[in-house]
């Protein structure tokens, strides 16, 4: 950070100040994780001087060799790492990967398509009237069964037979158990519609069996990069070969120019990484974290959707404790425990407020914590929800939550 410090101060500091506040505390946002040095160098690298609008061997500009080179490499880890005929590394974000498969299969304006509501585990670019997806698609949304919190399947098709989508959408933001990816595609073969899996939370997971793979399964799979990958920001598609001509059109120049290639660069970094033998044994810690994790908050009394988790994440519903999620997550976030307030279902409360709280393990197994940290941390986050409004509690909190971190370090395997 030398050229840092000198040109910019300011952003140096803020820089130094959140490398403290994640050496210190615990990030438990389900969507997040800890990247390598070797990510983060390749991020920060010459790359970014360059544009390179097209695709490898056929480029809008001069000069993109290497850029070709690199972006090959990430397209061939992440054909190996998931078994895909095709992949594109281009979209810049989860988001974009899911605009492209839009484009790719409906009409604007036109078209409909299905997909998890939001309030009780979808995501937003999934089809919410305030994202651009609702406001592009006719938009027909299914949700859990409100007795068992898990999807039903029997539902979902029934539905599909009255809507006719074009497009059915499976995957979640928050949906803490196994999804069944064979289910969705016959549902939607059933009513001659496409369907896409946005594994963006678990594509780590799914990559190493941990999880089942929808991709080979559906139709089109969307992901990031940077959950249980552990790599840059970023998004990416997987599909069978049949259909890369009209994807990478959706991608380029339908829904963006000039890639990031700094970024696709590290992606081609944390995919080597995970195309290793220890990430497969890291995924699977991810789960058996949550799982430890869940039974120590459900034995300290908090009520788990659905009663556990079969993933990464698990959601915590407050409604019996009348405290609210904005003010768990509060409560916690001063005592150096990084969550976020999350929807549930039946929630009566508005987004910004909510009735539960969202929990994962992806960051802090990288960090290398295993079961027995899980027991701390649990009975840590019951602590402060028992009062949210005990500052004494949370200083007391954040202070064994510096002494239990402190010694983990913040990037895979300690590089």
Do not use: W
């Not at 089809?127 to 299914?142: H, N």
């Not at 799979?221 to 959950?227: D, E, F, I, N, V």
């Amino acid at each position: 950070m030398l050229y840092l410090k000198k040109t910019d101060p300011e952003i140096a500091d803020l820089l130094e100040k959140e490398r403290q506040r994640q050496i210190q505390g615990l990030e438990l946002v389900a969507s997040e994780n800890l990247v390598s040095k070797a990510v983060l160098e390749a991020m920060g690298s010459i790359f970014t001087n360059k544009y390179a609008e097209g695709y490898p061997g056929k480029r809008y500009y001069g000069g993109c060799g290497f850029y070709d080179i690199a972006e090959d490499l990430a397209r061939e880890r992440m054909k190996k790492l998931f078994g895909a005929e095709h992949a594109n590394v281009q979209p810049h974000s989860g988001t974009q990967a899911n605009m492209a498969i839009y484009f790719a299969t409906m009409e604007c304006g036109k078209d409909r398509m299905m997909s998890m509501s939001l309030s009780q585990g979808g995501h937003l670019s999934h089809g919410s009237p305030v994202s651009f997806s609702g406001k592009m698609y006719q938009v027909t949304q299914y949700g859990v069964d409100l007795e068992t919190e898990m999807l039903d399947y029997g539902v979902v098709e029934e539905m599909a037979r009255k809507v006719r989508p074009r497009l059915i959408v499976c995957g979640a933001s928050a949906y803490p158990r196994e999804i069944d990816f064979k289910a969705f595609q016959e549902i939607a073969e059933g009513v001659d519609a496409k369907c896409m899996a946005d594994i963006a939370h678990i594509a780590g997971l799914c990559a190493t069996g941990v999880h089942n793979t929808s991709v080979g399964v559906v139709d089109f799979t969307t992901t990031t990069t940077h959950k249980t990958l552990r790599g840059p920001r970023g998004g990416a598609i997987l599909c069978d070969s049949e259909y890369a001509q009209m994807v990478d059109k959706a991608v380029f120049p339908g829904m963006q120019g000039g890639p990031l290639m700094h970024t696709i660069a590290a992606k081609a970094v944390c995919l080597k990484e995970a195309l290793q033998p220890s990430f497969r044994e890291y995924n699977r810690q991810i789960v058996k974290n949550a799982r430890r994790l869940a039974g120590t908050l459900a034995d300290a009394g908090l009520r788990l959707v659905s009663g556990g988790t079969d993933n990464h994440l698990m959601l915590i519903d407050l409604t019996e404790t009348q405290i609210t999620g904005l003010e768990a997550e509060v409560a916690l976030g001063k005592a150096g425990i990084t969550v976020n307030k999350n929807t549930i279902p039946r929630e009566t409360r508005s987004p910004f407020i909510t009735s539960g709280l969202r929990i994962g393990t992806p960051a802090i197994t990288t960090r290398g914590m295993k079961e027995p940290e899980m027991e701390q941390i649990g009975t840590l986050i019951a602590r402060v929800l028992r009062d949210v409004h005990d500052e004494t509690t949370i200083k007391q909190v954040k202070d064994e939550v510096i002494a239990l971190a402190s010694p983990f370090p913040i990037h895979p395997e300690g590089t």
